[in-house]
């Protein structure tokens, strides 16, 4: 909440007598478009729009919305949006993918799903890595978000119990992923008290002491001895 807070007060801001001129005036002007554009945009839309094959189209409407930007800005702001592209991995893709009403994406889908399998029934439920893949900044559609080359996809935990003739199925009627949410007011919370635990103990042990002590109470945590006042 503390960036939609700084961002409001950028735009009231501009509302009202600010007294800059130059440079100055100029950052305020490229920080309040950046704001409205782009910011705002993305936060709402993903209020609204927060179930999990959702993820994968926010990124892809962050990177749209970031070309309009002047080129210093999309410098500046190109590395944070590499980094925090979680939803760009394979996995969530693939679910944006089966669960689109366009018959050309699930087709896309499942065709990567079963090269995924090689003739096997059922999908590989070993564990694999979670990394951030190489985002492709000119994308224009989910198919292109991500390179699709073999040992950098994975397919999704949810089908890999799904039969060939059930993936196949998908072709006919989008997939319906399970209802679990991208964004919810409560994980606000818990950034806001972990952030508030690291800058006040030290250790995974005291941190969670110090969380589970929640905000009102004075009582001691048996497993870290620590009190709030």
């Not at 994308?139 to 039969?163: D, K, M, N, R, Y």
């Amino acid at each position: 909440m503390r960036w939609l807070t700084t961002a409001q007060s950028l735009v009231y801001m501009w509302t009202r007598k600010y007294g800059l001129t130059g440079k100055e005036l100029n950052t305020l002007e490229i920080l309040v478009k950046y704001c409205l554009q782009v910011y705002f945009k993305l936060y709402y839309d993903i209020k609204v729009h927060h179930r999990l094959e959702d993820g994968p189209k926010h990124i892809l409407m962050q990177l749209r919305v970031m070309r309009s930007q002047p080129k210093k800005v999309q410098i500046a702001v190109t590395f944070y949006v590499r980094t925090g592209a979680w939803f760009t991995h394979s996995e969530c893709v693939l679910l944006s993918l089966m669960a689109s009403q366009s018959e050309d994406d699930r087709r896309f889908a499942v065709t990567q799903i079963l090269k995924l399998r090689a003739g096997e029934e059922y999908g590989d439920t070993s564990v694999r890595p979670r990394s951030i893949p190489k985002l492709n900044l000119s994308a224009t559609s989910l198919q292109t978000l991500i390179s699709w080359q073999p040992g950098q996809v994975h397919e999704p935990a949810f089908t890999c119990s799904l039969s060939g003739d059930q993936i196949q199925e998908i072709l006919v009627k989008p997939y319906e992923v399970p209802e679990f949410s991208i964004h919810t007011q409560s994980t606000e919370r818990v950034v806001k008290q972990v952030t508030e635990a690291a800058a006040a103990v030290v250790g995974q042990q005291a941190r969670d002491g110090f969380i589970r002590l929640g905000p009102t109470t004075g009582r001691p945590c048996p497993a870290s001895g620590l009190r709030r006042t």
